[in-house]
């Protein structure tokens, strides 16, 4: 079956308007996506955020490699790496979307399943809340402690 002229005119004109299309859409998806700065700025901090807890952890594991005995210099960096972990138990909305890869929706999952169900008693427990797998866990796993609340 042959096409007449007008038709492959048609033709060529729906395949040139479906491609210009599409890179139009890849275009604005890719280049102007508004989700692509807040996750580049967040990536940013989370990527800060772990070379300071990396930064203590050095020092903490060298000053306790030097000095045996816990000195108050020891002590303190300890105290100040515990500082900047996040207690999952306890923490409130704000304080979880600090965690990488945990938003509001997320935040409020872990603290309705914190609610129903009582503490997390390890990290593996995460994986209950429903968004959370492993690979979440492992991401956030030098974040976070697990205390109990004091009464």
Do not use: C
Request: glycine share 4%.
């Amino acid at each position: 079956m042959r096409l007449t002229q007008q038709e492959r005119w048609i033709a060529g004109f729906l395949v040139i308007t479906l491609m210009v299309g599409m890179g139009i859409r890849l275009t604005r998806h890719y280049l102007f996506s508004p989700n692509s700065s807040v996750s580049t700025s967040s990536i940013q901090q989370d990527s800060v955020f772990l070379k300071k807890v990396s930064l203590v952890d050095s020092l903490v594991h060298s000053a306790q490699l030097e000095a045996h005995d816990q000195s108050p210099a020891v002590q303190k960096m300890i105290d100040a790496r515990q500082k900047l972990r996040i207690n999952i138990n306890t923490a409130d909305q704000q304080m979880l979307e600090q965690l990488p890869r945990i938003g509001p929706a997320l935040a409020k999952r872990i603290i309705a399943h914190r609610s129903q169900n009582g503490y997390f008693t390890t990290i593996q427990d995460l994986q209950n809340v429903k968004g959370i797998g492993p690979a979440t866990v492992s991401e956030f796993r030098p974040y976070i402690i697990l205390e109990r609340a004091t009464p």
